[in-house]
């Protein structure tokens, strides 16, 4: 017979080592013991003159953050961070992706984008991005085929309408 238990741990710091053992009894007799070891998933951000550890969580959140407030290459630095130690993080290889297109370099973006939808298909944003990569590098087939994915997953996206409408 199998049981499934939850257990929610707070508190821990980014980057630090930890160790869990559960010790399953039977009346008052041990009859199981695990041990598992595992590490907080970090990075690394510059604060002015000095390096911090956090938590993936975040630096996506201050990633955005520099990203939307223009600061591209700050962002850009924190995504790569989050890639280096989450390589199938489909936000972070995305908005890698986005930072980088923004920033006019499209080639540099698409391999990003495309393992953002690798990760995860079924994310409109994905697919509208990407058509904008492949639209910008002179591929505008390619795009449209990436911006009919988009329409297809959510039928009422307006940026991915205004997009084909661009690419035809």
């Not at 936000?91 to 939808?117: K, T």
Request: net charge negative.
């Amino acid at each position: 017979q199998t049981h499934d238990m939850n257990f929610h741990a707070s508190g821990l710091s980014a980057g630090a080592n930890y160790m869990l053992r559960v010790v399953l009894f039977d009346r008052s007799n041990a009859v199981a013991v695990s041990v598992r070891s595992f590490r907080v998933g970090s990075v690394s951000i510059s604060s002015g003159t000095k390096k911090e550890s956090t938590t993936i969580k975040t630096a996506l959140q201050l990633a955005l953050a520099s990203h939307e407030t223009g600061d591209r290459d700050a962002a850009v630095e924190i995504y790569e961070q989050i890639v280096l130690q989450r390589p199938n993080h489909a936000d972070a290889l995305h908005l890698l992706g986005v930072a980088l297109y923004q920033n006019g370099d499209a080639h540099a973006a698409i391999p990003f984008i495309e393992r953002a939808i690798h990760t995860n298909t079924s994310f409109e944003n994905f697919h509208n991005s990407m058509g904008e990569c492949l639209r910008a590098i002179g591929r505008p087939r390619e795009a449209v085929g990436q911006y009919q994915m988009a329409l297809n997953l959510r039928s009422d996206f307006p940026e991915a309408n205004f997009n084909l409408g661009l690419a035809w």
